[in-house]
Structures are given as C-alpha cells and as structure tokens.
C-alpha cells in the first residue's frame, strides 16, 4: 500500500471527535472505506487515517415533502 498511515479504530475514533457509536455508524454507511486487520492481532481493526474525513463530512439531510391532501 503506497503511503498508507494505518491507525486503529480507537485513535480514530479520537482524532474524528465522534462519539463511539456515530463513528461505527458513519464507517458502516459510507462506501470506499477501506478496514485492515493487524498481522499480529487479528482483534485488532484499522483503516487509512487519509479516510478520516470522509467519516466527518457534512451531508445535506434529505428533506420530505409534505402534501396537502
């Protein structure tokens, strides 16, 4: 992997500012998020720090339209 900073899900969770459970979530809806696993502790789960602000970034939220029936 060409200039890859691995970091475990713990630090990125810090570094993001996300709660525990916003992260896990934001890494299970976005797409292209690439997660590797440690050669010496299999537990043990990381992704690319370069992908970290794709985890934070602002979405527009899907507005619902209203009809009057």
């Known amino acids: 992997m060409d200039d890859a ?3 475990p899900y713990a ?3 810090k570094r993001s500012g996300l709660s525990r459970r916003t992260w896990y979530d934001r890494l299970r809806q976005t797409s292209g998020i690439r997660v590797f696993v440690d050669g010496r502790d299999r537990r043990l ?3 690319d720090a370069r992908d970290l602000p794709r985890l934070t970034q602002i979405e527009p939220v899907k507005r619902r339209t209203t ?3």
């Open 5 to 7: 900073q691995l970091i």
């Open 11 to 13: 630090e990125a969770i």
């Open 45 to 47: 789960r990381m992704i």
């Open 67 to 69: 009809s009057a029936a």
